[in-house]
């Protein structure tokens, strides 16, 4: 539960997966079809695909590098070993600035949706206030009690997620989805590379390594998640690409909820876009536990703080703060799409690989020198 | 008629402030003249158990808190310690020495429960031998007292001589008792007075004879009062801890079901039983029981209810940790699967640890019914959660914030029946869920000889008048009528109680926040309880942590095909049953790959 050294919380593979795949999956509800939709057209529905099967290389090179030469060790106590501690400090302060960032941004396109599509009257403010002490406390439970709810809300997220898209079914124009590579290969390539960043598996795969509790094990949990979540993604991208003409679905934020007001099966079954609303919730609230955990997390490991947990407050506040800052929704959006959409494929693959083969590097030239004095 | 307007006059006119002063106050005894005046002789056992911090001392320094726990722990204990100060714990040799001590002990003569009853036992031509029995009028079965004690020793004995004038020869050739028992120390003799059984002491002996003759009325075993069944024992718990250690025996006829009886309470004790199967149930199960039963400090214990609270987990919160039945079936059934029993003094129901979320949800019936039968009622109690935790709420979030996922014509039909109403829907919904309280409240009170009158009181008010007098909406009582029956639904009388308190929290955050105020505070609920344990197992296993066994969970697992306990039991035994329950089925044996499944 807590990392203070007593003992590492131990979380059984089929959580570790249902947190994974929320944490991806998530990004359904948020900007990332838009901005695929923007850069692909016709072809979004491919980004995924070619993103997860990115993320899945990374993933085994990664979880390789881990078992093989840092068991039990997570990114903090692996800079520690490359950079020496203060090398270590500005890694984890990295990552841990990237979650804050991420969780206030989520924070405010969450609570914008929420006031602009079910709570019009609600102040801005008590919305995000609320969802703040939620997701505090969730995080505050640690990554045992984020990744025990994320098994039970997964079932609901999947069949939610699926029967968003399948209701919609009357809808469906499949000859929306041509030209088949919509923009073009390259800009399609280029898109997948960009907006890679939703897939953080790899970086949270550093951070929750030690963690597992049966690190065989982890392959397996990254194959399903990535597999899983890049599923999910392109089924929603498919539904929300033969509903909506391509040049629309680049312009709106909230893919999930134009889905939503869609359905009209029957007389009854129609509008059901408030009910989707307990899918909403439950996946970014667990989403955005696992960025505050992780920041707290490492910030604790850092500055080798005995507990992470007194910290979870301040970052509450803190996100919560930086959340509020942009003067509208529209400022978010940008913020998010020009640099952690964007960029964020570097903090999240880029410098957890770099540091693990520096890691890799090190130690093999230590064993190599120590064969060499025996 | 003078007397009475002139001493009304003078009554008028007088001032007399005698009419402020009361019969009798309680106050401290510190200086009470009142025991010496009437001749009551101080007792040595007497303690003031008044703990500095409870008398009216307004000069107190402030302390922290630690100090002040360590203090209070440190009064209690010398309290207690000065109860008992005094006590020899031999018993005398001398037996009015023994009657003295008795007499001082046990307030005689004020408290006239106590009996002492002296007789001489039947001698030849000697010394009498003098002897005395003590017992508790009322907790004993006063034919054993006389045909078992009583009459062979004064009537049938002929004791001849000093080598037989011991307590040996008494228990083995003179008392014919069905359950004796030799004792050499004085606590052993009090506190077996105060069960119920009868001591016996003999002059110049320095032990006591416990004759078991406990008869103290008591009901009979009757049928469930709250989990009652279709399919399955009718029979319940009563006010008998032996009757009900029995019950469960008499069911589970093993020899490794073990009963170990704790006493606890430092005023007066009360039994309390631990029953589990050795080699089956984890023995760190059973000393975490042990240890939390044993460390107990309180003057007095007197029901489950009281005990579970000192040993559960969380008693703060609202859910209960720790499942208590009145079934002996389920108990059996219980104890078998490797779970721990605990039976509290004369409490009609028994507490089984650990438990989980589900096994609250479910009945000992599940079992008794074929598979779909049972996973249909199972599934519809878990609707029946669900509605009576949030039906309020969601109606509250719909009308107010969300009434586009209506269709058309029921919300013209919600509109209309709201026409009239002058209120808004909180408190419409507040003002019924009260009144259903009310009635809930009032039915368990209420005397039984007017207990139909509720029926008709509560579907007057509720169901007709509130309607034509316009204060609530006819689909408002339907929704609370629904949510009623809902929870009556829950079998656990402790989780239907914490769904009454919860559902509360839902309607106000239906209110405040409609669909998006619920979802949160259903997640973050959902997240205390992922985190909540009941001794020592996460209270959502098997499902979060993900455990073994999780067939018989939501739905209920064909009986022939759950071999193995509940995995976070931790049993010593995991299996249960053979894997090929069912050997002369030729289905099963081709399923399990044995030739072509001819026999």
């Not at chain 1, 903090?76 to 600035?97: D, H, M, N, P």
């Not at chain 2, 914030?401 to 009239?420: F, K, N, V």
């Not at chain 2, 022939?560 to 090929?580: C, E």
Request: charged share 20%.
């Amino acid at each position: 539960m807590s990392q203070s050294g007593k003992r590492n919380a131990k979380v059984p593979a089929a959580e570790m997966t249902a947190m994974l795949i929320i944490f991806v999956a998530t990004n359904a509800f948020l900007t990332y079809p838009r901005y695929i939709s923007f850069s692909a057209y016709e072809a979004a529905w491919m980004e995924p695909i070619f993103s997860g099967a990115l993320t899945l290389v990374l993933f085994y090179l990664v979880e390789w590098i881990m078992r093989k030469y840092f068991q039990n060790l997570d990114i903090v106590e692996i800079a520690k070993e490359v950079f020496g501690r203060f090398g270590a400090i500005f890694i984890a302060l990295v990552f841990a600035l990237y979650f804050l960032c991420s969780t206030a941004a989520v924070m405010r396109e969450f609570t914008e949706n929420v006031v602009s599509t079910v709570l019009p009257s609600t102040p801005l403010l008590l919305v995000g206030a609320v969802f703040m002490f939620a997701v505090g406390y969730i995080a505050y439970a640690g990554i045992e009690g984020i990744c025990r709810t994320a098994f039970i809300f997964l079932p609901i997220l999947l069949v939610g997620l699926v029967g968003v898209c399948l209701m919609t079914v009357n809808w469906w124009r499949p000859y929306l989805l041509l030209p088949l590579w919509g923009t073009g290969p390259v800009r399609v390539f280029m898109g997948a590379m960009q907006y890679s960043s939703i897939f953080a598996n790899v970086l949270l795969l550093t951070i929750i390594f030690p963690h597992v509790n049966n690190p065989k094990k982890m392959r397996r949990i990254g194959a399903v998640s990535i597999i899983v979540s890049t599923l999910l993604l392109v089924f929603l991208v498919l539904s929300y690409h033969m509903v909506f003409p391509a040049a629309e679905t680049g312009k709106t934020s909230f893919a999930l909820y134009r889905l939503a007001r869609m359905i009209h099966m029957g007389p009854f079954f129609q509008r059901l876009e408030s009910i989707f609303i307990f899918l909403w919730v439950t996946a970014a609230t667990v989403r955005m536990a696992v960025t505050m955990w992780g920041s707290a997390y490492l910030l604790a490991k850092a500055f080798s703080w005995p507990t992470y947990r007194p910290a979870v407050p301040a970052i509450v506040l803190l996100s919560f703060s930086l959340g509020m800052w942009p003067q509208n929704w529209m400022d978010v959006i940008e913020f998010d799409g020009t640099y952690l959409l964007k960029w964020g494929w570097i903090v999240v693959f880029a410098v957890p690989v770099a540091v693990l083969l520096s890691g890799w590097i090190k130690r093999s030239r230590q064993r190599h020198r120590r064969v060499r004095h025996v | 008629m003078n007397v009475g307007v002139g001493g009304a006059l003078k009554r008028l006119l007088t001032v007399d402030d005698t009419i402020l002063n009361d019969d009798f106050s309680l106050t401290s005894d510190d200086d009470d003249q009142e025991a010496a005046k009437y001749g009551d002789e101080p007792n040595v056992e007497s303690v003031n158990f008044t703990t500095a911090e409870n008398k009216m001392d307004t000069a107190k320094k402030p302390v922290s808190m630690r100090a002040f726990l360590r203090r209070a722990e440190r009064e209690y204990e010398e309290a207690v310690e000065k109860a008992h100060a005094g006590q020899q714990d031999h018993i005398e040799l001398d037996l009015d020495d023994m009657k003295r001590r008795l007499s001082r002990f046990f307030h005689l003569p004020q408290n006239k429960d106590i009996v002492i009853r002296e007789f001489v036992v039947g001698v030849e031509g000697r010394a009498p031998w003098r002897g005395m029995v003590v017992y508790v009028d009322g907790l004993v079965d006063k034919n054993v007292i006389n045909w078992a004690i009583l009459e062979p020793l004064m009537v049938w004995s002929h004791l001849a001589d000093d080598p037989k004038r011991v307590l040996t020869y008494v228990v083995d050739h003179l008392v014919p008792g069905h359950q004796t028992q030799l004792i050499e120390k004085w606590s052993e003799a009090v506190f077996n007075i105060l069960a119920g059984s009868t001591v016996v002491f003999l002059d110049r002996c320095d032990a006591a004879l416990v004759v078991e003759s406990k008869g103290w009325e008591h009901r009979s075993v009757s049928t469930p009062k709250m989990e009652n069944v279709v399919r399955g024992s009718q029979d319940a718990f009563t006010e008998n801890f032996r009757t009900n250690t029995g019950l469960v025996r008499m069911r589970l006829r093993s020899e490794h079901l073990v009963t170990e009886i704790h006493a606890v309470g430092n005023l007066a004790k009360t039994d309390v039983a631990i029953m589990y199967i050795h080699g089956l149930t984890n023995p760190k199960l059973v000393k975490e029981v042990r240890r939390r039963i044993s460390d107990i400090d309180v003057d007095y214990v007197l029901d489950a209810g009281m005990l579970e609270q000192f040993i559960e987990d969380r008693p703060s919160m609202i859910i209960p940790q720790v499942l208590v039945t009145e079934r002996p079936d389920r108990v059996a059934a219980m104890l078998a699967e490797g779970y721990v029993a605990i039976f509290v003094g004369h409490s009609p129901v028994a507490i089984i640890v650990p438990v989980v979320l589900w096994s609250l949800m479910h009945t000992s019936e599940d079992t008794n019914l074929r598979i779909i039968p049972g996973t249909f009622i199972r599934a519809i109690r878990w609707v029946a959660l669900l509605t009576a935790l949030l039906l309020p709420g969601l109606y509250i979030a719909v009308t107010n914030y969300h009434s586009e996922m209506l269709p058309t014509d029921l919300m013209l039909a919600i509109a209309g029946s709201r026409e009239q109403v002058p209120f808004p829907v909180v408190v419409e919904v507040l003002l019924m869920e009260f009144a259903i309280e009310l009635i809930r409240e009032a039915g368990i009170r209420i005397p039984s000889v007017i207990g139909p009158t509720i029926g008709i009181v509560g579907a007057l008010i509720i169901g007709q008048s509130a309607v034509q007098a316009g204060i609530v909406s006819p689909l408002l009582v339907i929704v609370v009528a629904t949510t009623a029956l809902a929870s009556f639904t829950v079998p656990s009388y402790e989780l239907s109680m914490a769904i009454r308190i919860l559902r509360f929290a839902f309607l106000i955050a239906g209110a405040v926040l409609g669909f998006y105020g619920i979802a949160i505070l259903f997640v973050v609920y959902i997240v205390r309880l992922s985190m909540l344990k009941s001794f020592g197992v996460p209270f959502l296993s098997p499902v979060a942590p993900i455990s073994g066994a999780a067939r018989d969970v939501l739905v209920r697992g064909p009986i022939w095909g759950m071999n193995n306990r509940p995995a976070f039991l931790n049993t010593l035994r995991s299996w249960r049953q053979n894997p090929m329950t069912r050997p002369w089925s030729a289905t099963t044996r081709r399923e399990a790959g044995e030739g072509d499944g001819n026999a």
